[in-house]
């Protein structure tokens, strides 16, 4: 007789479910959300436990690993899935939702989530911390805007995040009113401004230290937050079969519904992770608008902006980007600049002859 569990868990506690694979509830408890405590609790039932499962959250990666660590075969079920197969339910409860998750485990019907590595979780909080400071260094600026509108001064529309504040301190020192409410925002946005160019750099010396990071950087307009961000969220290129799949778990492919004679083609998904999604699409942008050098994306891409426009085009690109760079991380090859000119080739073709790729 096999044996699964199935976890809800919540940041201090959570809800256990034993069943066989018959769907008989065997034993339920609550515990609460730390390794030892669940692997005291597995270790003491009298049957051996065939798989331990539950939903990707927050504490996924520390129960993932400690639990593994302990001897048990782990699954980190998918939480969109899980969540659909958990609304049949008539009470939502932790302990349904426990039970509902071991009969899910027992069945076989999920998608496993690939946890990631302590190094991809590592550049990951490095991205998303400069990404917090930026946002609260413009916060701060756009608060300052708003309060000198109120006694009529008005700042230029663009002002640069290094020029800001020796724009702004000097206009309202002049005003004993302003100087004494304002001048303390100045001093906390020019700190967190401070501390961001630094993870900046520290953004940018880890993508100029990491081979796979510097050969996607060889694409143009992809940089070092694109590629370190690309890097990150997929941790493991192993583990997508083909690189045409990287684009639909980044969410850049359109959805579909189809019903007997209905097929309406939507929208793209946006699945997964938005932060990937946002950063190539910016290099999508940044390749058409910005690079001067001529390739075959490049080319395909405007004859695709003049028919469909710019934002399908930015899409589109940043779609064959999610797919040449992985396709460049699995072969260990480098983006050649092709002079465009000739025949045109599709960049379809190209990803699948690995003809924009050079082997280096």
Aim: net charge positive; with cysteine; aromatic share 6%.
């Amino acid at each position: 007789m096999e044996y699964y569990v199935g976890l809800d868990v919540s940041l201090r506690s959570c809800a256990m479910c034993i069943v066989d694979n018959r769907g008989k509830v065997y034993h339920e408890r609550e515990l609460p959300c730390e390794v030892e405590d669940i692997a005291d609790c597995l270790a003491a039932f009298e049957h051996p436990i065939e798989r331990v499962g539950f939903e990707a959250g927050a504490m996924s990666q520390h129960l993932f690993f400690g639990l593994q660590s302990k001897g048990f075969e782990v699954v980190c079920m998918e939480a969109r899935q899980v969540s659909a197969a958990l609304s049949a339910m008539r009470n939502k409860t932790d302990k349904t939702d426990a039970k509902g998750i071991a009969q899910i485990l027992r069945t076989g019907w999920f998608n496993p989530v690939h946890m990631k590595s302590r190094e991809a979780h590592g550049q990951r909080a490095l991205l998303s911390t400069r990404k917090a400071l930026i946002k609260k260094t413009m916060d701060l600026a756009n608060e300052v805007r708003g309060l000198l509108k109120i006694f009529g001064v008005r700042l230029p529309r663009t002002v640069k995040h290094g020029s800001f504040d020796g724009l702004v301190r000097p206009l309202i020192e002049m005003d004993d009113v302003l100087a004494h409410a304002i001048i303390p925002l100045l001093d906390a946005r020019k700190v967190l401004f401070q501390h961001y160019l630094e993870l900046d750099r520290r953004v940018k010396r880890a993508a100029s230290q990491d081979e796979v990071c510097m050969r996607m950087m060889t694409v143009p307009g992809v940089g070092a937050i694109a590629a370190l961000t690309f890097k990150a969220a997929v941790d493991d290129p192993s583990r997508f079969k083909r690189s045409r799949t990287v684009a639909a778990h980044f969410g850049l492919t359109p959805r579909r519904f189809q019903s007997g004679e209905h097929d309406n083609p939507g929208r793209i998904s946006k699945a997964g992770d938005r932060d990937v999604r946002a950063t190539l699409y910016a290099a999508a942008n940044a390749l058409l608008m910005r690079t001067m050098a001529g390739s075959q994306i490049k080319s395909w891409g405007m004859r695709l902006m003049r028919t469909k426009g710019r934002r399908h085009a930015v899409v589109a690109v940043a779609r064959k980007l999610a797919v040449l760079l992985h396709r460049m991380w699995i072969d260990g090859s480098e983006f050649r600049q092709e002079q465009v000119g000739g025949t045109a080739w599709r960049v379809s073709d190209l990803l699948c002859n690995c003809d924009l790729v050079h082997a280096s």
